[in-house]
């Protein structure tokens, strides 16, 4: 598909369906405390939940029918989450894109489901039976948004909790330096090789990284050039 960088990506605040309206990702709602379950009833839990997920080749099959109807809207895009880990079963469906014509797509998203709502980042909806999660990016951000929206949400904050010791931070925009530079984020390659280079100066791997278990300097930590970037499939 055609990228075009030009985009500006300022997506308006989005209204859908007037059940939530707007972006509602701060709204909070009160918790309740639920009585322990005995084995029987996590397992009779566990199943119906199970029963409710598609295999990988369904739900493959019902995001790329999604987008073929909404790839005219779009610049670019590319199906992430579960799907793209290969995970055996698949409760939602996620997709990173850039729109280049949002008045169409929140049109088209409405008219599948009038009960679509979202923000400016993302959009909430059903399709075949399956909630699906639209996340909004530009070329700038492309890699980071990938990355966060195909998890798995262990992976994430793993590498969150890896640049934070060295002071710097992770989002679905970038990865940002201790001074608040971004550093990377256009591909997920580029983030990965910024987080696992190793220090210049390390006596321990020479400044080239490698050298001990997993492929990681055991002092600084770093990888060689061309082993740091993990496949989607190995994010569990």
Request: charged share 25%; aromatic share 8%; hydrophobic share 35%.
């Amino acid at each position: 598909m055609l990228q075009n960088p030009d985009i500006n990506l300022s997506v308006p605040n989005l209204s859908f369906g007037g059940r939530y309206g707007g972006d509602f990702a701060d709204k909070t709602s009160a918790t309740t405390t639920l009585p322990a379950m005995n084995m029987g009833e996590k397992s009779a839990i566990g199943e119906a939940i199970a029963a409710t997920r598609l295999s990988l080749g369904q739900a493959t099959d019902l995001a790329f029918k999604l987008m073929a109807e909404l790839d005219q809207f779009l610049a670019r895009w590319e199906i992430a989450g579960s799907i793209r880990r290969k995970e055996p079963t698949i409760g939602d469906i996620d997709v990173v894109l850039i729109p280049n014509n949002m008045s169409g797509l929140k049109a088209k998203v409405l008219s599948i489901d009038p009960t679509a709502h979202g923000g400016d980042v993302k959009i909430f909806f059903e399709y075949g039976g399956r909630k699906v999660n639209l996340f909004f990016t530009n070329d700038d951000a492309w890699g980071a948004t990938l990355l966060e929206a195909t998890g798995s949400s262990s992976y994430i904050i793993g590498l969150r909790m890896k640049v934070k010791k060295r002071g710097w931070k992770l989002n679905n925009t970038g990865l940002y330096d201790q001074s608040g530079n971004k550093i990377a984020g256009k591909t997920e390659e580029e983030i990965f090789d910024k987080i696992w280079e190793p220090d210049p100066n390390c006596s321990a791997c020479g400044g080239v990284g490698g050298g001990g278990k997993e492929n990681k300097c055991p002092l600084c930590r770093g990888k060689l050039a061309g082993k740091r970037y993990k496949t989607p499939e190995n994010r569990n």
